[in-house]
Every structure is written in C-alpha cells, then in structure tokens.
C-alpha cells in the first residue's frame, strides 16, 4: 500500500526563517513560487539577468537574483527549470554554493536519478512532483486545496529531510488532498514510461493511426477528426471522473461491447511486450544518454519531429474543425 501523507503530517516551521532560492519561472517555477510566497516562505527567483521572465517575477513581487547569486544567498535551492538545462546551470552556477547542510529540491527526479548532477554529501536532497501542470497547482491553491504529488527523498544528510519535504508540500498545497511517498528512481522511470508509451507518445501514435485508416479508406477527414480525436476528450474526461467503469456506464452498449472485444486485439499482447522494451530501454539509462548526450542534436531533432507532426493531415483538418466549433481562431 501506497504511504500517503496529508496536512496534519507536515509543518511549514521545518522551512521557516530558511530563504528558498526557486530557480526557474515557467509553469511549475511561477505557481510554486507563488504558492510558497503566501504560504509565508521568504522566497526568491533566480533566471538569467536577459530572460523573458525576470519582469514577471518582479511583478509579481518577488526579490529576482541571478542563478549564481540566489543559489549562494539561499538555504534551499529548488531547480525548476527544463532537464536538459539543468545539468549544465548546476555544474556552472549551483554547485560551488552547495554548502554543507543546504537542501537541493527537484521537481523531476531525471537528473538526480540517471547521474547527471551529482550533489555532495553533505546536503539534503528532496523531490515534490506535484501530478498537474503549475496552473492548476496554484488554481487548486487559491480554492483552498491543492494538487496531489509525489514526494522523495535521495538524500538526507541532515536528518531533517523528510520533514523539509512535506514543509514544501504543504506550503504549495499538496498535503492538503495527500502526497504519496515515491523514490527518485520510481518517479522518473514511471514518467518517462507514462509519456512515451501512453499520454503523449502512445495517445498520439493511436489517434493518428486511426485517423489515417479511415481517411485512407475513403471517409471524411473531419469526421474522422471527430471520432478518433475530437471523442477522445470526452471519453477521458469519464475516465478521469469515474474510472474506467464509470467511462463504460457512460457510453452505449454497443460502444462497450466492441471496446470491450475489440480493443485488446489491436492494443495486444505484442503491444505490452513493446512496452515492456521501452521501459527497458529507461531503466536502463539509454533514453537518458540519447536525450541529454548531446542537447544541442537533441533539439534539431526534436525540431524536425515537431515540423513533421505539424505536416500531418489530422492538423490542417483539426485547424478547420475547432475554427468551425470556435474553439480556435
């Protein structure tokens, strides 16, 4: 059974009087900033002195630093900013300022687990992952709740670790609906499995599929846009409120009985052992070799794979859909 923890285990005082460096102000960086900010934290921004966000986070009045200083002036450095950029702003403007007793905090436990930064002994090294986009953990917040998370700790050379990683929970909301106890290792292999296999990479391979079959055999691309794509918000919106049961009290019977016969002869058995090569090839480490070996190929390809899926026929046809449902102008 999962350890889950929630308000009444936590308290912010493992956190007070320490000043909390947040590097990074995009999605996650901004909305747990500011969670932590009216939690009562002293909480700085630290960016490059040229980036985009160093005006917003002064208007949204914060204290803004660059990334060397607010790591050296700061008690707890929590490393918002993209995995690929991570390993070289620690080697570069993080480490040297990693004193003995400071508190090294990720939001994705990547870096740390596949040994791309590698902390010194002497600080504590935690994760809070909350499971949502940093929108809604700061919407959740301003409701007077929050979004669930994963905590961890890699490292407690304080003994204090686990109580400063539930202060950070409570203090962006998390423990209020609950955090589950993880490991870096569990959170980062179950991530990349999740995204590649089913939430972005598998959805979108289906979807596409689906859609080509039924163009290629001659029916209308917007009604294929509409019962491959369009219908599979709905059907996971039933699958977030009620689960798979509840998705299938939803629908009608004819469309549970060929889901239900159907469905497991093209998501098969072959497929799960493709799966199973795909998480292989994480634990392993080789993703993370491909990805961050060498990140400047990595983003050309990345590029061109992101050109290539706006090429696809499913675009154009969904442009013209939402336009005509008003979703997109």
Known sequence: MAV?????????????????AVLGYGSQGRHQALNMKDSGLDVVIGLRKDGRSWDKAVEDGFKVLEVSEASKISDFIIVLIPDVQQPKIYKEEIEQYLTKGKILGFSHGFNIHFGLIKPPKDVDVIMVAPKSP??????EYLKGYGVPALVAVQQDATGHAWEEVLAWAKAIGSTRPGVIKTTFKEEAETDIFGEQCVLVGGLMELIKKGFEVLIENGYQPELAYFEVLNEAKLIMDLIHQGGMEGMLRGVSDTAKYGGLVYGPKVIDEEVKAK???????????NFAKEW??????????LKA??????????????????RLMGIEK
Request: proline share 3%.
């Open 292 to 301: 961050m070996g060498d990140p400047e190929e990595s983003n050309r390809r």
């Open 305 to 322: 794979l992101m050109e290539e899926v706006s090429k696809h026929p499913i675009e154009k046809t969904g442009k013209e859909v939402r």
């Open 134 to 139: 940093g929108v809604r953990v700061r919407e």
């Open 275 to 285: 799966m199973r090569l795909v998480l292989d090839n994480i634990v392993r480490g």
């Open 4 to 20: 889950i923890f929630k308000d009444k285990d936590a308290d912010l005082s493992a956190l007070k009087g320490k000043t909390i």
